[in-house]
């Protein structure tokens, strides 16, 4: 149907109409005056309101009509306040503190406070409640805040006061330096299906960046026996009306208040014991249907909780069409400090418009968020949609830092950040590289470091490998990069002159990996063992661990993902392989009973060569899928979940003979499967891999062609889902069939945070098995034991072969 210009005019001139809207505007106050921070405000009987910002203040923006407003904080008694809106009012309102009456109630010396009483109807109900509704939506807005309380002049040598002042914050290094908002249409189907639509957002100090607010990390529910919030605490934290509730939590009765005609019990709730995973405040339950209306709570250090010395959370709800109570609002409050450092913030949720009978028709729930590129909204915008008025504070960071925001995407500014950086230090040539930047162009250059591209080795004694990497954003849309890098190597003991180069190129949904050239490499593909490491020990113990050969060759790979979980990856590559000799015997030291091997791990005390010169061509496919399809989509593009299933892959490996010279001949078929982090709840998180191949075929094929695997033989070692402790680098591989398995269990403080003065270390109890077949190994089986701090790990590690002990060490983790 086409529209005239008159009756389009006519369309847009009555839009105004029908949507003006009025405003109901003031302050919140206590008996004191004092401001009530985000006290609620809903229209009685809807899921229609807003919430008063920090100092009280709110702004609810309505048609022309008659309302009943009920002003309500956790603490206050709710006030109701009849309205006839014609024109915008201004309407302050005085909250009293709410006085909780107590029943009367005989209680005897010993006897069980009536708190338990309520407790145990409530968690009796809670999986009533928990899955009491089948499907919802709502509109959610969130707001985001994070300041800066107190920060050192400098800090290792960085400039915390220039950094401070080039973010807009004050003098003093302290003021806001995260505010956002966003709004969101959100979805849910039980069990656990969600979709969000992120329908606006602003950041303060971008004018095109999106919101980094979720409904899902805003999610919280207390019916669930326990919340697991990664990051923030290692273990589970316990709901006061879990299953087990009763275990953890001392239950105090303050009293009861009338509202909206519903018996409400306050609750003081504590932990037994001061170190368990467990809340503190109170909670409010109502009588007769014994469901949760609001709560108050908090946890502390004393919970050893990570990042934030205090996280406190309140949370109301309200009825929905006479059936349930949703969640109104959640708000998290922290605060927190390290090293000079102090931080504080809260992060605020609305919930309103809530349907529980939805229509599904158009929602993907493989799609568990979206972000679309025209998301952030302009100030005019916000003026009129936003719920929560600002304070004077947060107008003016807005304001100031979208100056900055103008500023910082010019040409100009962006030239003159590139001339500042990209000046070469002495530190950067030598240690860490140099990098130059060119971010109008979206392109880089890195060049490695000198003495990080030194290393030493008995092949080649002291050698340079020496690269460089460019880089550049050639699809904006989904911030995928072309990649070239570049590098020489040349030993100075063995005068050899090696030099290789690749790209790799973004092909849609695929990237084309190209390269070519000659270099040398480890005989076990999984390479083992570090570069440093073996310098190190090559040197200063004269040990020399890793065992190296020669490869010219040409390479092309293709990867990438075929649909939801199914990744798939082919690579062909021709190459010339020669075995090498040591060549020099030199060590910084001479330790007693240490002596370096040959560089053939299979005839360590002659120096002989371990193969022929070959050539080989070969073809290598893998195809995995982890059984999930759930993504998010930004402007950038989708980025897909961690699934909660295992990944099963499948592999195959074809040495073509007669193909450009190859002299290899074999076939080998191999399948794995894997996963991460398996929440077990109070007793940590699991992680296993197993994998079994054979050679179909094995007519010809020579060492690097054999299967390798993930051995360790020092004290340091980076640990792996498929990692060994105390394997041999290459003694073990095989050419014919082999099983492998690895688990690993952290119990995340089960044991340790029992045990006073250690629990204040957050240590991590570990044990890891690994197990490993082969024709000639038989049996191999590790047993690991050990405590991880942060990422660093010690651990005493034990080996087995068919029953017999093997070898005993100790060993040191570190993850990257």
């Known amino acids: 149907m086409k529209f005239t210009l008159l009756s389009i005019l006519f369309f847009v001139s009555i839009i105004p109409v029908f949507a003006q809207q009025l405003s109901i505007s003031g302050k919140i106050t206590d008996d004191n005056n004092n401001p009530v921070p985000f006290a609620s405000i809903y229209i009685k009987n809807t899921t229609k309101g807003t919430s008063a910002n920090s100092e009280g203040v709110y702004k609810l923006q309505l048609n022309a009509g008659n309302y009943e407003l009920q002003y309500k904080a956790v603490g206050y008694t709710q006030q109701s306040k009849q309205v006839e809106l014609n024109g915008n009012q201004e309407i302050n309102i005085a909250l009293k503190t709410e006085t909780y009456q107590l029943k009367t109630v005989a209680i005897h010396a010993g006897s069980e406070d009536p708190a338990y009483a309520i407790i145990r109807k409530a968690i009796k109900k809670r999986k009533t409640y928990l899955n009491e509704v089948n499907a919802y939506t709502c509109d959610i807005y969130i707001k985001g805040l994070q300041k800066l309380l107190a920060a050192p002049k400098k800090f290792l040598g960085f400039d915390v006061q220039k950094a401070t002042n080039e973010a807009g914050l004050d003098s003093n290094r302290t003021g806001i330096v995260y505010l956002s908002e966003s709004e969101s249409k959100y979805s849910f189907i039980k069990p656990n299906k969600v979709h969000e639509v992120q329908v606006s957002s602003k950041v303060s100090g971008s004018n095109r960046a999106f919101s980094f607010n979720r409904a899902s990390d805003m999610a919280v529910n207390f019916y669930e026996n326990f919340e697991t919030w990664d990051g923030l605490s290692n273990r589970p934290l316990v709901s006061p009306i879990a299953d087990n509730a009763l275990f953890y939590y001392n239950y105090k009765w303050m009293g009861i208040s009338i509202e909206n005609g519903e018996t409400i019990n306050k609750i003081l709730v504590s932990p037994k014991r001061a170190h368990d995973p467990c809340f503190e405040g109170y909670i409010y339950i109502l009588d007769d249907s014994w469901r949760l209306s609001a709560l108050q709570l908090y946890i502390t250090k004393k919970a050893n909780i990570n990042l934030v010395d205090t996280l406190k959370v309140n949370q109301q709800f309200y009825p929905v069409n006479s059936t349930a109570w949703m969640p109104a609002t959640v708000k998290f409050e922290f605060t927190g400090g390290l090293l000079g450092f102090k931080i504080g913030g809260y992060y605020i949720s609305i919930y309103k418009n809530y349907d529980l009978n939805p229509s599904f028709e158009k929602v993907n729930f493989a799609e568990v968020l979206r972000i679309d590129k025209g998301v952030s909204k302009d100030s005019a915008y916000w003026n009129q949609e936003r719920p929560i008025p600002l304070t004077d504070e947060e107008k003016t960071d807005y304001k100031n830092k979208e100056k900055l925001a103008i500023k910082r995407e010019s040409k100009v500014y962006l ?41 030493y080795n008995t092949v080649e004694g002291f050698a340079l490998d020496y690269g460089v990497t460019y880089s550049k954003v050639i699809d904006t849309v989904n911030n995928r990069s072309l990649v070239l890098k570049g590098k020489v190597r040349y030993g100075f003991s063995n005068h050899l002159f090696n030099g290789t180069v690749g790209a790799a190129i973004p092909l849609k949904q695929f990237t084309l990996g190209i390269s070519g050239g000659s270099d040398i490499v480890d005989l076990n593909n999984q390479q083992p063992v570090s570069t440093l490491v073996n310098s190190i020990y090559t040197l200063f113990e004269r040990q020399n661990y890793q065992k190296l050969y020669q490869k010219q060759f040409a390479a092309a790979s293709l990867s990438g993902r075929i649909t939801g979980g199914w990744k798939m990856s082919a690579a062909i590559e021709w190459a010339n392989r020669k075995s090498l000799s040591n060549t020099t015997d030199y060590s910084f030291f001479s330790p007693k009973n240490h002596e370096f091997t040959s560089n053939n791990p299979l005839n360590p005390t002659q120096n002989v060569p371990l193969f022929a010169e070959n050539q080989s061509f070969k073809v290598v496919l893998r195809t995995s899928y982890d059984f999930s399809n759930q993504y998010e989509t930004y402007p950038s593009g989708r980025r897909y979940l961690p699934s909660k299933y295992p990944t099963i892959g499948l592999n195959y490996t074809k040495g073509i003979k007669d193909i450009f010279g190859s002299d290899v001949d074999y076939d080998l078929l191999s399948a794995d499967i894997s996963k991460s982090n398996i929440d077990m709840g109070f007793y940590g998180k699991t992680s296993f891999f197993a994998g079994a191949g054979k050679f179909l075929n094995a007519n010809k094929l020579f060492y690097p062609d054999f299967k390798h695997f993930d051995g360790n033989q020092l004290l340091a070692y980076t640990p792996g889902i498929n990692r060994f402790l105390l394997l041999d680098y290459y003694n073990f591989s095989t050419p014919d069939k082999y099983a492998e398995a690895h688990l690993e269990h952290n119990f995340m403080g089960f044991i340790t945070n029992k045990i006073p003065l250690i629990r204040s270390l ?4 570990i044990v890891d098995v690994n197990y490993l077949y082969t024709p000639t190994l038989k049996n191999y089986t590790e047993l690991g034991f050990g405590l991880q701090y942060l990422n660093i790990r010690a651990m005493y590690g034990v080996s087995y072969n068919s029953g017999s002990n093997v070898h005993s060490a100790f060993r040191i983790g570190v993850s990257l």
């Open 762 to 765: 957050k240590l991590q109890e």
């Open 415 to 455: 030239d003159s950040l590139d001339k500042a950086n990209n000046k070469a230090k002495l530190s950067d040539i030598l240690l860490t590289g140099v990098n130059t930047r060119n971010r109008y162009k979206k392109e880089s250059f890195h060049y490695d470091g000198l003495l990080g591209s030194a290393l």
